[in-house]
């Protein structure tokens, strides 16, 4: 098993470029629960680049195996989300196209997709602040966390077909669950932007606000709300549950039965039970870290190996 990664003592005073991680309060100097990760180009619009993929996938991965963190909010700076890819550096650049990883294979993989297996294999739920326009990369990004809340007038946009490209991202697998089959392949076919409050996007946003400054508000709220009230555990079986099921309800019914029997009577259980009668918050330690909590049958799936697969690949 590969050592786990050194954790910093403050996200905030971590040397990344391209995008801004903040405590929630801004002035805490070490950890807290909510971490706030902010696409930061401002002179670009946000505009996506390989840089800015390489610097979520690590922060990503850091937020995976530290318990100190809960929940994090994905924003982007100023007026935009993210402008999606930087056409003045070229897709190329954007993406992993030629690079060569240690023993010599390809990784062609897309950017993009660098980012969403890292938001989707993080055990923390990503609460996105769609404060500005999202388009390409820029809204393909956002489809693996688990709230999404837009400022109504943002222009969203699932543009490929106009660059004479496809939605990448592992969109194909993310976006009709969102929204609906009918309704991404409208999405995708015309390569239209809407504003966030359109009916075709209405289920891929859980809501839309006012203005830029009550997204980002209230994305908060529900990013403090998840780290202050649930389980971690919880929060994260479930939703691999939801990405994951069973191709049947029986074997749904089969699998969640066996897992909440081996949660039932572990720590977080008792402690959510505890809190509720006594009328306090829930303390909650129970973490992915510590087999002793985990339920056996998780995961139920068999991960893959993107570093098998390159080996195998002749791309």
Known sequence: MADSPELPTSYAALPTKSIKLSHVPAD??????VVVVTLYRPTKHNAWTSEMAQELRTVYNLFDVDDRVRAIVLTG??????????????????????EIEP?????????????????????????VAINGSAVGVGITCTLPAAIRVAYKDAKIGFVFARRGLIAEGASAFFLPKLVGHSRAMHLVTTGSVYPASHPLLSNLFSETL??????????????????????????????????RTPHSAEETHLLDSRLIWDMFGKGDNMEGVLSFFEKRKPDFKASFNNNGEIPAAWPWWTPVSFEKWMRKSRL
């Open 210 to 243: 006012p203005s830029p400054e009550a997204t980002v508000a209230r994305a908060l709220e529900l990013a403090t709300d998840i780290a202050e009230n649930t389980s971690t555990v919880s929060t994260a079986i479930m939703r691999d549950l939801l990405w």
């Open 77 to 98: 700076s100023g007026k935009m989300f993210c402008a999606g890819a930087d056409l003045e550096v070229g897709f190329a650049a954007n993406g992993s196209k030629d």
């Open 103 to 127: 023993g010599g294979a390809r990784d062609h993989r897309d950017g993009a997709g660098w980012v969403t297996m890292a938001m989707h294999r993080c055990r923390k739920p990503t609460v």
């Open 28 to 33: 805490s100097p070490t950890v807290t629960k």
